[in-house]
């Protein structure tokens, strides 16, 4: 119903900012709730942020909290996720998810996109 597709992953120091992109195809990005996770090496896959259909009242990690941000355009099918103050700790590949109901558990989320990597160096 829906494909995902992150970019805007890289490599950054650490303080440092960056932006990730989350195109959505294939749907109506409105009729979905919009989540971000992440997964490091050896580490199981966190929730990070996640944005109801209409954009209020955002839901975070605690590890995220007042670092990142999450938001959407739906009239571009396309969700964000800022990331201030990075560390080594955020290093990860990052996930963009669509699901058709707010939760922050991951496994009701049905669809994903492939994954952008953030390296933070120091």
């Known amino acids: 119903q829906v494909q995902l597709a992150e970019s805007g992953g890289g490599l950054v120091q650490a303080g440092g900012s960056l932006t990730l992109s989350c195109a959505a195809s294939g749907g109506t990005f409105s009729n979905y709730v919009a989540g971000w996770f992440r997964q490091a090496p050896g580490k199981e896959r966190e929730f990070i942020a996640a944005?109801?259909?209409?954009?209020?009242?955002?839901i975070y990690a605690d590890s995220v909290k007042g670092r990142f941000t999450i938001s959407r355009d739906n009239a571009k099918n396309t969700a964000f996720l800022q990331m201030n103050s990075l560390n080594a700790e955020d290093t990860a590949a990052y996930y963009c998810?669509?699901?058709?109901?707010?939760?922050?558990?991951?496994?009701?989320?049905?669809?994903w996109g492939r994954g952008t990597q953030v390296t933070v160096s120091s």
């Open positions: 944005l109801r259909r209409s954009g209020g009242n955002p």
């Open positions: 998810a669509a699901a058709l109901y707010f939760t922050a558990l991951g496994s009701e989320y049905p669809y």
